[in-house]
Nanobody, 123 residues
Framework: QVQLVESGGGLVQAGGSLRLSCAAS????????MGWFRQAPGKEREFVAA??????RRYYADSRRFTISNDNAKNTVSLQMNSLNTEDTAVYYC??????????????????WGQGTQVTVSA
């Protein structure tokens, strides 16, 4: 079993930044790739970024504004979000999924999910 707990969400003005963190635990957590997804009201859950635990592979839906990183000592995965706009408003989820070759990018490829953290960007 893998447990994931997100933190760092909140209210920010357009143009601002937020840093989300995901604390991962469980005996097999290092077997998984880690990803961030988001879901806005009335929309499907969408991929944001993914990383492997060695940190040498990363993949983004939008690399211009978001940066994913990990801290192996603390078993955390972070998402730095810059230049936020109102379209970034959503619940952000941390997830763990098996990686076979490339990093997984669809929700169906992820087995474990956190409870989500709300990010609201005001105009």
């Amino acid at each position: 079993q893998v447990q994931l707990v997100e933190s760092g969400g909140g209210l920010v003005q357009a143009g601002g930044s937020l840093r989300l963190s995901c604390a991962a635990s469980g005996r097999t957590v290092r077997s998984y790739a880690m990803g961030w997804f988001r879901q806005a009201p009335g929309k499907e859950r969408e991929f944001v970024a993914a990383i492997n635990w060695s940190g040498d592979r990363r993949y983004y839906a939008d690399s211009r504004r978001f940066t994913i990183s990990n801290d192996n000592a603390k078993n955390t995965v972070s998402l730095q979000m810059n230049s936020l706009n109102t379209e970034d408003t959503a619940v952000y989820y941390c997830a763990a999924g098996f990686r076979i070759g490339i990093l997984p990018t669809t929700p169906a490829q992820y087995s474990y999910w956190g409870q989500g953290t709300q990010v609201t960007v005001s105009a």
